[in-house]
């Protein structure tokens, strides 16, 4: 099937799932969407998309639905609510997961959905919202083979880099690595251009040798400028799903009997960030922390 002929569903069009829209727009596919909020309803319109009224009736008129959810509550009424996928009964469908949620929540909706037919992909994105406009993204695919190596044209367009990593559910728990490194570095950034600026080094100047020196980090660069300017109201992540995703990581450490010492450090900086910033802040907002952290 030819990109021209593909249509590709979007449930759930919140600051990821909005972004994948005009990269799948202008690789030739055709858009629905759904999402319970009309202003992002709206927003997808504009963007050259049309809508639907329910999961369901978006099953009808796809090949190919892509969800992005804050939750697993919410992907579960995607999948099991009275207008949910299940009750559609798309025999056939392929549903490619990106949400960060946890592995055993995606697996129980792998096996409602193949109770009528319908292929769950565990393909989580990796990349702050800003790296999502460019399409300098990494996905991490996971599950059925034949049914990712239908879709890879579709997961194509909106990535910089696919991984296959193996069985259902590798995909979120390497996403959930990739957050563990994430929290680390922001921290870290942050500790940094703090400490340049009251050494007395220029910290553009520092931000920029740093980012281009052995001690760089992706985080050093896309987040070095929101902390040096101290504004995180333009999140590529709100405090509140950051926090979600350090209990998600917890919780995988646990079940997998392994000690994350520098996590433990890190997340009660992140949750002190959002009491004195709001949840709706970037994880930028952390600086805040430190400047308040006496010598």
């Known amino acids: 099937m030819t990109n021209h002929l593909k249509t590709v569903g979007i449930i759930g069009l919140g600051r990821i799932g909005s972004l994948l ?7 030739g596919f055709t858009v629905v969407g759904y999402d319970v909020r009309e202003p992002a309803m709206a927003q997808l319109l504009v963007a050259g998309g049309s809508g639907a009224k329910s999961p369901a009736d978006l099953a009808d008129q796809v090949d190919v639905v892509i969800t992005s959810l804050p939750s697993s509550q919410a992907l579960e009424d995607v999948v099991c609510g009275p207008n949910g996928l299940v009750a559609g009964r798309r025999v056939g469908l392929d549903v490619i997961e990106t949400s960060t949620l946890a592995p055993e929540d995606k697996e129980r909706r792998l096996c409602e959905l193949a109770a009528v037919g319908i292929t769950l992909l565990d393909c989580p994105i990796s990349g702050t919202a800003n790296q999502l406009q460019s399409a300098d993204v990494v996905v991490y695919c996971s599950g059925d083979l034949e049914g990712l190596n239908r879709q890879a044209n579709v997961i194509a367009a909106f990535s910089r880099q696919q991984y296959n990593v193996g069985e259902f559910g590798n995909g979120s728990r390497l ?10 570095h922001t921290a870290a950034a942050a500790e ?19 980012a281009d020196g052995a001690g760089s980090s992706r985080m050093l660069e896309l ?5 040096i300017e101290r504004d995180y109201a333009d999140a590529n992540m709100g405090l509140d799903l950051f926090l979600k995703d350090l209990e998600l990581i917890k919780d995988l450490a646990s ?23 709001g949840m709706s802040f970037d994880a930028a907002a952390v600086i805040e922390v430190f400047e308040g952290i006496a010598p």
């Open 21 to 27: 829209a005009p990269h799948l727009l202008s690789a």
């Open 175 to 184: 996403k959930l690595l990739a957050n563990h490194l994430v929290a680390i």
């Open 223 to 227: 987040r070095g400028p929101m902390i």
């Open 255 to 277: 079940a997998s009997g392994s000690a994350t010492p520098l996590l433990d450090i890190c997340a009660p900086l992140y949750q002190e960030a959002a009491r004195a910033c």
């Open 192 to 210: 940094v251009l703090l400490l340049a600026r009251r050494s007395g080094i220029d910290v553009n100047r520092a931000l920029q040798a740093l």
